[in-house]
């Protein structure tokens, strides 16, 4: 038996989520879903953000779907939301920044996605909009890749392209091919990591480039002066390499659910991409835990831990070691839940803190607060799921690995 399988994991997982959504259930807001405090406590000046919104909704619909009670109405709520006073009346879509992001919006049809598989009233409307936004506006043909952002009024185009965004466009194609029955979601992600995993990730050690031209010309020097962007980081992020190698399985099981054509190399790239994490990321300035972004010759360039990449590599093990059966695996498994134990999970304040200095104190420096559930609530989630279908529809379906 894997340690993923085991009752005693499994129940500790089961009973972190349930911590989790209890911290989480005080974000709502009239509109929508706000950001918390680190004290799990509404700042006087909240409003709703509608990619706060869309991740929030996204995780109580996860929660709703395994009867975890209380979930319904905050799922309504979030629908309710952005089909109204968060989306555009006058031009469509949804407003992140004073523009339309492709990042928001796959986070708008991802969430739609698992609020439809929950059958909440209003989700199916939610998710033909945020389809038919996604195919007009960001979708191209011509690039088998997303475009990046708009202005609000969609007349102007930002000349570049982020690896960010389609990271998880790809993971909302995968619940959208479930959702929809549709199989071009398929083709669209595998396009999306031929291209910026099997092209520019593999050439480069599995460092994931994240930033392009518009003709996906890497930009390595990009944001150079504000290494530390929450979105956009100069440099290598080790976070999103995991994340990427647990998409590429998730892709690689949906294809072969489908009985598509399935690319070998998909299981190479997973493993190259955790691979380089680990050796270049972890403990990589002398102290135990992930640092955020790496320079191109691999020297921590912020060094705070965020709960999230940690969350990632978590996950990315599990999905790993279910592919493979490998022990090496098993004990990265291991690793790194134990160090989120040790120095992320809040037992005090609940839920778990969002960033640690690189002495592993808890810090606000990027990210202040705890505004963010998707991640850590996804962890405890994925290592208890088959890689394919995706998680709405496999806790649904009550899909349980063997």
Request: charge should be negative.
């Amino acid at each position: 038996m894997n340690d993923i399988d085991s009752p005693e994991h499994i129940a500790w997982l089961s009973a972190e989520g349930r911590r989790l959504l209890s911290f989480a259930q005080a974000a709502q807001v009239p509109d929508g879903f706000a950001g918390l405090d680190a004290q799990g406590t509404l700042p006087p000046s909240a409003v709703a953000d509608a990619l706060i919104t869309a991740r929030m909704l996204h995780s109580f619909a996860l929660a709703h779907i395994q009867g975890e009670p209380g979930c319904r109405t905050l799922v309504e709520h979030g629908v309710q939301a952005l089909r109204g006073p968060l989306r555009d009346a006058i031009h469509g879509g949804w407003i992140s920044d004073d523009g339309k992001a492709a990042y928001l919006h796959a986070f708008v049809a991802l969430a739609a996605s698992s609020a439809v598989v929950a059958r909440a009233s209003g989700a199916q409307g939610l998710l033909v909009d945020a389809i038919r936004v996604i195919e007009e506006r960001f979708w191209s043909e011509e690039e088998g890749a997303m475009r990046e952002s708009f202005s609000s009024d969609w007349l102007q185009a930002e000349a570049y392209r982020g690896a960010n965004s389609n990271m998880h466009a790809t993971e909302a194609f995968l619940a959208l091919a479930d959702v929809t029955g549709d199989r071009i979601w398929l083709e669209r992600a595998l396009s999306i990591v031929e291209r910026i995993i099997h092209g520019h990730a593999a050439a480069n050690d599995y460092r994931v480039v994240e930033h392009f031209d518009v003709h996906w010309q890497p930009l390595l020097d990009y944001n150079r002066d504000n290494p530390a962007d929450h979105f956009r980081p100069y440099g290598a992020t080790p976070g999103h390499a995991f994340e990427w190698a647990r998409l590429v399985l998730h892709l690689e099981a949906a294809r072969r659910l489908a009985g598509l054509n399935t690319p070998e190399w998909l299981l190479g790239s997973a493993r190259g991409l955790f691979a380089s994490a680990c050796q270049q990321a972890w403990h990589v300035d002398g102290g135990e835990g992930i640092v955020y972004t790496l320079d191109w010759d691999n020297q921590p360039k912020v060094r705070e831990r965020l709960h999230w990449v940690h969350a990632e590599a978590c996950a990315s093990a599990a999905a790993l070691l279910r592919r493979t059966g490998e022990p090496d695996y098993a004990r990265w498994y291991r690793c790194f839940w134990a160090f989120i134990d040790s120095h992320f999970i809040d037992r005090a304040a609940g839920s778990w803190h969002h960033e640690l200095d690189p002495a592993n104190r808890p810090a606000a420096t990027i990210w202040a607060g705890k505004p963010d559930l998707y991640h850590a609530y996804q962890a405890v989630l994925l290592p208890t799921l088959p890689l394919a279908p995706s998680l709405a529809t496999a806790l649904a379906r009550n899909v349980t690995k063997r």
